[in-house]
């Protein structure tokens, strides 16, 4: 493999990749907010004063993180059907793999709720305000913002993961390279340009993730 031929391989298989590549963009961007609204979901129940709602959210959790996330997608492709339940591929990997994350986005909330200063929420109870407006006011914005950080890290996780979605024919930019290898025989020449790719993506998320830490541990 000489840079050359690389180079003009690149110009050929570019718009194949690119367009895998706007799929992997996409199918994260959807599956984030899903997993940010069940995760926040799970921890506040996970913190609730009520011990049923508070073993579920546990039990919940532990299930969904003791399980590949593999295995969860062929649940949502396979299984799901057999229960009357047919999703697209697409569909069926957003909702994987927000339902997969969700466990993780759970403890990164959770973690921050538990950092917020108990001073704080003791002059709020001192104030009269009720639980449900400390928690509003006070736990929610400073726990949200300790634990921003690790948002970032875990959507770079996401992006990553993205391509288990290939196993469920998801033309995602893992399966687009798949069939560009198989199609070519230039396996080098194509998991190059494909990890260059995420590369492209999860630098500028790492990045950003490196300055909200250093950000807010100065603020």
Do not use: W
């Amino acid at each position: 493999m000489n840079f050359e031929g690389f180079a003009t391989d690149l110009v050929l298989f570019a718009p194949v990749l690119f367009k895998g590549f706007g799929v992997t963009v996409l199918l994260t961007l959807s599956a984030l907010p899903l997993s940010l609204v069940l995760g926040l979901a799970l921890a506040m129940a996970r913190l609730s004063p009520v011990p049923l709602l508070r073993a579920a959210a546990v039990g919940f959790i532990g299930i969904v993180r003791g399980i590949p996330i593999i295995v969860q997608l062929f649940c949502v492709y396979f299984v799901l059907p057999e229960l009357g339940i047919n999703l697209v591929p697409f569909a069926a990997g957003v909702l994987g793999l927000g339902v997969a994350y969700s466990a993780y986005q759970a403890e990164n909330f959770r973690a921050g709720f538990e950092a917020v200063d108990r001073h704080l929420l003791e002059a709020g109870r001192s104030l009269g305000m009720s639980e449900r407006l400390i928690f509003r006011r006070v736990t929610l914005p400073l726990g949200l913002r300790t634990a921003l950080p690790t948002f970032g890290n875990t959507t770079v996780m996401l992006l990553k993961d993205s391509s288990i979605a290939s196993t469920i024919t998801i033309a995602e930019l893992t399966r687009a390279g798949q069939l560009l290898a198989i199609s070519t025989f230039k396996n080098g020449e194509v998991y190059i340009m494909v990890g260059m790719l995420y590369l492209l993506a999860s630098l500028p998320l790492a990045a950003a993730v490196r300055f909200m830490e250093k950000r807010f541990a100065t603020t």
